[in-house]
């Protein structure tokens, strides 16, 4: 099983393979290129005994999904005036500062979003 999370001690993504008894995490911001992160992730699943290509199908199946959902919250942040929203919560900042940037976000960060976005009453989706 192949998953992305957001690293705490430098806020870039990791992805993680995993099994049920070990857990391999790669830091994507060390890699150099796609190919690069795909033959991480591959090692890595081979040497869980999983299928390398298997896990590389699965970890670009979610990449590109965070990419497209991440791309959808950027431009509803961009209809809206944040100095007319009224936002006050510090944990929107870093998620507005990564989606301006261009940056990706993770599942959870985007669920956390969606339901910041209702809470908020910010727009329709």
Not at 15 to 29: E, G, H, L, P, R
Not at 109 to 122: P, Q
Request: with cysteine; glycine share 4%.
């Amino acid at each position: 099983m192949v998953t992305i999370h957001r690293d705490k001690n430098h806020n870039g993504l990791i992805a993680m393979v995993s099994t049920c008894k070990n857990i391999a995490k790669i830091d994507m911001t060390a890699a150099t290129n796609e190919k690069h992160i795909e033959q991480m992730i591959g090692a890595s699943a081979q040497a869980l005994g999983l299928d390398w290509y298997d896990s590389v199908e699965e970890y670009n199946k979610l990449y590109r999904t965070i990419i497209s959902l991440s791309r959808e919250r950027k431009r509803r942040i961009n209809m809206i005036k944040i100095e007319d929203s009224r936002i006050s919560s510090n944990d929107f900042w870093p998620i507005w500062q990564r989606l301006i940037c261009g940056g990706a976000l993770t599942m959870d960060e985007i669920f956390w979003f969606d339901n910041f976005w209702r809470e908020n009453k910010l727009g329709s989706f």
